[in-house]
């Protein structure tokens, strides 16, 4: 399954009144905001502004059903020509879109495990997962839904649900624990993400980790294991749901790796079409971050001293556990309704995305966040044959081309992970996409893009699939 799409537009979801405004305010700010020095690989870049002519045939690139397919399209056939549009960076909803394309990628991925019971979910994930504060509340007595009765339907549906003898709410994961990375739930034969998998049939799985990966500061070995992760899930017909970390205390040096891993889980969610939670987001504007003393866990809603973790009131929601399970309640909400009950999906899709990647026809990049997992099925025709980044190179060096058109100056992030954990060189070229116009390359760094056309050049050497991802900074 891959996927070409920026889904970077949406709506916040239905948070209290208070949190939305809190939510708004930061989505303003941007998709992606990473602190700390710039790293070695950071350059500033100027372009003439022309942008490539692109004759004869153009390309459409399709998203159906989970296959991105690339359709010649005839420039002569009658329809105009089509112009991109400048580069416009959106904010990320607090939820991914869910559009009638993801709905069915979802059901695809379903029908591989018919056996899998549609009012069951698994926790996989580190200490805040295996937390009884996490979702366990929704079994007990003290549910205060405020504004959010319509999450009633869904709260009854999932703890009817039978996880090994109990709810999936408050079940005992095999598949988290205190101290965990994403490695941990990968150990063992089978590991232990599958052992809890055969054990209660879950058609979900909120695969949590990366709280405790980013000690590790290697975002290309999270990327390969997440999508190890992924793989045995979708295998059997799980749904993965992905989320962010929470962050950092503010003067912290591991918030900008926790943002950088964010990134990587955010990129895999949009490539692939998953759901996904961004808790970290909204945590910001919270007092304190949402965070308890050791500035690493969220903080609970208290109330004389007892928890009160499913209070969705105004001041419950100023606590990031309290935030962390509304977003996942809606999600689970959102995914019962559109694969379950067979409501329509509540977003639309995105436009489609243009080009094959070539020099002839870049991939177009118009929105940020973008992310791509590009398949050997999908061209990477580019040609960094002679590159004045690597004049030294006398092989020829085949790339995937993407294209971006700047109106005004723009700070972005762009990395390519393998699923093997390799960090591919990117090259950031000219408007005419030439390896001669090649202005640096380098791995998993920052740009500064002035004014103009500007094309990135994923470098292919053996035909790797890979994640892309192109994010503001």
Same mark, same amino acid.
């Given at each position: ?23 708004? %305010?930061?989505?303003?700010? $941007? !998709? ?5 020095e710039?790293?070695?690989? &950071? ?7 022309? #942008? %490539?002519?692109?004759? $004869?045939?153009? %390309? ?33 909803? !607090? ?17 591989? $495990? ?28 003290n549910?205060?839904?405020? #504004? ?11 703890a009817h649900?039978?996880?090994g ?10 598949? %988290? ?16 993400? #599958? ?26 070995t ?7 992760l992924?793989?045995?899930?979708e ?27 964010? $990134? ?27 965070? !308890? ?40 909400? @959102? ?23 070539? !020099?002839?026809?870049?991939? &177009? ?10 398949t ?23 790339? @995937? ?71 503001? #900074?």
């Open positions: 399954m891959s996927r070409g799409v920026c889904y970077a537009s949406g709506v916040l979801s239905r948070l209290p009144y208070a949190l939305m405004l809190v939510g708004l %305010t930061m989505m303003l700010a $941007g !998709a992606l905001h990473c602190v700390g710039r790293p070695a690989g &950071e350059f500033t870049a100027r372009s003439a502004g022309s #942008e %490539t002519a692109v004759s $004869g045939a153009s %390309t459409r690139t399709r998203v159906d059903a989970g296959a991105t397919s690339t359709e010649a399209v005839d420039a002569d056939a009658g329809a105009p020509p089509h112009e991109q549009a400048p580069l416009r960076v959106e904010s990320w909803p !607090a939820l991914s879109p869910l559009t009638p394309s993801v709905v069915a990628d979802l059901r695809a991925i379903a029908a591989r $495990g018919e056996a899998q019971r549609d009012d069951v979910f698994a926790k996989l994930g580190g200490s805040s997962v295996v937390s009884h504060a996490f979702l366990h509340c929704f079994r007990g007595q549910v205060v839904l405020g #504004e959010h009765t319509e999450l009633q339907a869904t709260i009854d549906f999932f649900g039978r996880a003898g109990t709810s999936p709410f408050t079940r005992e994961s095999l598949a %988290t624990h205190e101290g965990w990375s994403i490695r941990h739930g990968l150990t063992g034969r089978p590991t232990r993400v #599958e052992q809890e998998v055969r054990a209660i049939s879950p058609r979900y799985a909120f695969a949590l980790f990366g709280g405790n990966d980013v000690m590790a500061r290697r975002p290309r999270f990327h390969r294991h997440l999508l190890r992924i793989e045995k899930l295998r059997r017909g799980v749904i993965p749901i992905l989320g962010s970390t929470m962050p950092r205390r503010a003067r912290s040096d591991m918030e900008e790796w926790a943002r950088r891993y964010d $990134g990587v889980s955010r990129a895999v969610a949009i490539s692939r079409g998953l759901p996904y939670m961004d808790v970290h987001a909204l945590a910001l504007e919270l007092p304190g971050r949402g965070l !308890a003393r050791d500035g690493v866990h969220p903080n609970v809603y208290l109330d004389h001293r007892r928890s009160r973790a499913c209070d969705f009131t105004e001041e419950g929601v100023r606590h990031g556990q309290n935030v962390r399970n509304l977003l996942a309640i809606q999600t689970l909400d @959102r995914l019962r309704r559109a694969l379950t009950a067979g409501e329509p999906p509540p977003d639309a899709d995105p436009p489609e995305t243009q080009g094959d990647g070539s !020099a002839l026809a870049p991939v &177009e990049v118009e929105r940020l966040p973008f992310a791509e997992f590009r050997r099925e999908m061209s990477a025709a580019g040609d960094l044959t002679g590159s004045a980044c690597t004049p030294e190179r006398s092989v020829a060096v085949p790339a @995937r081309l993407y294209r971006v058109i700047i109106s005004e100056p723009l700070r972005v992030r762009a990395w390519a992970f393998t699923t093997d954990g390799e960090s591919l060189p990117i090259a950031l070229l000219g408007a005419d996409a030439s390896p001669a116009s090649c202005v640096s390359a380098h791995r998993d760094g920052l740009f500064e893009l002035a004014e103009g056309s500007w094309v990135f050049a994923v470098e292919a050497l053996g035909d790797p699939e890979f994640t892309f991802s192109l994010t503001a #900074e």
